[in-house]
């Protein structure tokens, strides 16, 4: 009996042993690391965007003076293509918008109402900016346009004239990244456009006209693709 009894604790003491020994050497169960998709700002896109512009100076033959009376709101249009390298935070681009414009400046002096407009503007630049993952701090600056025109008027007569200027642009801003596609953006451009030639008619051969201007825009832009690079 007593024999029994030995071989029973025996063979509690190597079970209970070889249990410990398994619970040791099986190890946690860990789910593997997630990998969050780094956002990457690389293709082409299109989007919508509208804002507030003021004439900064204007140049009437020949003579500059400051005025910011030539004001109003403007909507449109961009088209663009940015690229950047996988792991790197430089973001290069190129980018042309067009907009219907309403900054104009009216006024009624001696019976004669005169009314100058910048009826469109628009630009094509170069963008370069730094990726801080979906927030995209840049700068730019290319070629400008607009289609202005300025008439006069004393209800009888009237006299209009209209010409497309060519300039500059330079500005920058902030775009964010808040979907994998979408974006929302704010920019300030500063745009200075040449003289052209208004009312030749007018002895002894009409007047020369150049305007520079501020502009404050916010928009939105889908991105079509791009690589993702992906990140743990």
Known sequence: MKTKIVALALLASISGAAAADLSRAAPAYSKAPVMAPAYNWTGFYVGAMGGYGWSESVTIAGLTGATNEIKGGFAGGTVGYNWQAPGSQFVFGLE?????????????????????????????????????????????????????????????????????????????????????????????????????????????????????????KF?????????????Y
């Open 96 to 216: 042309g918008d067009a907009a219907w414009s309403d900054i104009n400046f009216r006024a009624t002096a001696l019976g004669i109402t005169f009314e100058e407009k910048i009826q469109a503007i628009g630009s094509i630049t170069g963008r370069l900016g730094w990726a801080a993952d979906a927030a995209l701090f840049y700068v730019k600056g290319g070629y400008a346009f607009a289609e202005n025109k300025m008439s006069f008027s004393n209800g009888l007569l009237s006299l209009s004239d209209s010409h497309f200027h060519s300039g500059w642009t330079v500005g920058g801003g902030l775009e964010y990244g808040f979907t994998p596609n979408w974006s929302a953006k704010g920019e300030y451009m500063y745009a200075s456009f040449g003289n052209q030639n208004y009312l030749a008619v007018v002895p002894p051969a009409g007047f020369d006209f150049g305007v520079d201007i501020h502009t404050v």
């Open 219 to 231: 928009g939105i832009n889908y991105r079509f693709g791009g690589p993702v690079v992906a990140r």
